[in-house]
């Protein structure tokens, strides 16, 4: 029987949760039931966390809402990468299992369930009960499902949980008291085993298969044996100093990776407005050659225009005195005697002479102009930039953390 039998109606938003980061203060601010709150609170859904299964990240979600999840990223991308919803770590691949099987092989979020249940000891209703519109007592709690179950529900439940998927279902008043009850997980790769040891080297509880197994050559106790000092270990210390250094670094990491991004957008302003200067600079030059290749074009034009007129005024009175020769020789024709004829003609004769020569010297010399404009638009399409951006970048230094690393403290332990 699958374990969606004993999930709740609540659908969870799919939409990735966007990172937050509080800070460190603010973390230790908080009141025991805040931090449980926040601990027991679906990522996804928003609510309790029903099954209660975690990552390997170990942020944890509901069953359902993680199927969901898969499910979603099944159906619309092409990749069967998962990623955590939340901190975005790989978790697995899912192209050869179901969204279903998937979340149904996540390890149980125990200590999410032992938390859960301190929250149910001050009203202790039964959950399946709620789901029906019906307040009744509960008396027992099931494990794997982290909810409260009244007797008849209980009982109901027990008939139901399957080999594969063992709901430990316990009396209520045993979880209220630490250490009454133990939930100990299945082993990942012998599915049917308990991780009833613990491997120092390691530093990982492991069945008794994988211990005469994978850990053949370790040093391997009874996990209870383990148990009963780890909260007060000097490796546990460690544990939680190594913690704590990494959330004041990280916490100084993301503030300065804060300042950094306001301080790019103050740089964007101020390269902005400096873009915007640079462009009035060029519009302002841009203006200035515009205007003294005005000035040029007006001077050559001018220029051009008095040789052209002066040009021109040669021509006319050479024209005007063809004229006046003509009218000279109408005039011969009709009023001089032959010799007085012969006389004016020879000098009409070299002055035309003498006037043709000129004409011919001159005309040779004589061009056409035309005004035209060469633009630079080499230039132009050489010109592709405006300018360039350049990146400083200056080393912020490494992130210091005290060493502690499962496989450093295996003589810490005591069996």
């Known amino acids: 029987m699958s374990s969606a039998i004993f999930t709740t109606s609540k659908g969870p938003h799919l939409k990735k949760r966007q990172h937050s980061s509080a800070s460190v203060q603010s973390r230790k601010s908080e009141t025991p039931f805040e931090s449980i709150l926040n601990l027991t609170t679906c990522h996804l859904c928003k609510k309790d966390m029903c099954c209660p299964k975690h990552l390997p990240c170990i942020h944890s979600f509901c069953e359902s809402c993680i199927e969901l999840y898969v499910q979603q990223i099944k159906d619309t991308k092409s990749s069967s990468h998962v990623s955590c919803p939340v901190c975005e770590m790989p978790a697995a691949t899912v192209s050869n299992m179901s969204a279903k099987e998937f979340a149904e092989n996540l390890p149980t979020s125990t200590l999410i369930s032992t938390l859960m249940s301190r929250k149910c000891a001050s009203s202790p209703s039964c959950n399946r009960c709620k789901e029906r519109g019906r307040e009744s007592k509960a008396s027992s709690w099931c494990g794997y499902c982290a909810q409260a179950l009244c007797d008849e529900h209980a009982d109901y439940h027990k008939d139901l949980t ?11 008043k045993e979880m209220l ?42 040093t391997v106790v009874l996990l209870h044996q383990v148990a009963i000092n780890i909260k007060m270990d000097p490796s546990t210390m460690r544990l939680r100093k190594a913690v704590d250094t990494l959330e004041t670094e990280t916490e100084k990491l993301f503030q300065g990776r804060m300042q950094n991004k306001k301080k790019l957008d103050d740089q964007l302003k101020f390269e902005q407005g400096r873009l915007r200067e640079f462009r009035e600079k060029i519009n302002t030059h841009l203006d200035e050659l515009e205007d003294n290749l005005a000035t040029e074009l007006d001077a050559f034009h001018t220029q051009k225009q008095t040789e052209l007129e002066k040009e021109a005024k040669t021509f006319k009175t050479k024209n005007n005195t063809l004229n006046f020769y003509k009218m000279l020789l109408d005039s011969i024709q009709e009023n001089s005697g032959n010799t007085q004829a ?74």
């Open 162 to 172: 399957t080999t594969k998927l063992r709901h430990p279902v316990v009396r209520l």
């Open 177 to 218: 008291t630490p250490g009454n009850f133990e939930f100990v997980r299945k082993c990942k790769y012998h599915h049917n085993e308990e991780m009833t040891h613990f491997c120092k080297e390691e530093w990982t509880p492991c069945c008794p298969i994988c211990a005469k197994v994978m850990h053949k050559g370790c």
């Open 342 to 415: 012969v006389q004016e003609l020879a000098a009409i004769r070299m002055q035309t002479k003498a006037m043709e020569d000129e004409i011919k010297m001159v005309s040779a010399r004589l061009k056409s102009i035309d005004i035209t404009v060469e633009y630079p638009y080499d230039l132009v399409k050489s010109t592709t930039r405006l300018g360039s951006i350049q990146q400083k970048v200056a080393h912020i230094g490494r992130v210091g953390t005290p060493k502690s690393t499962a496989r450093s403290t295996p003589r810490s332990f005591k069996s």
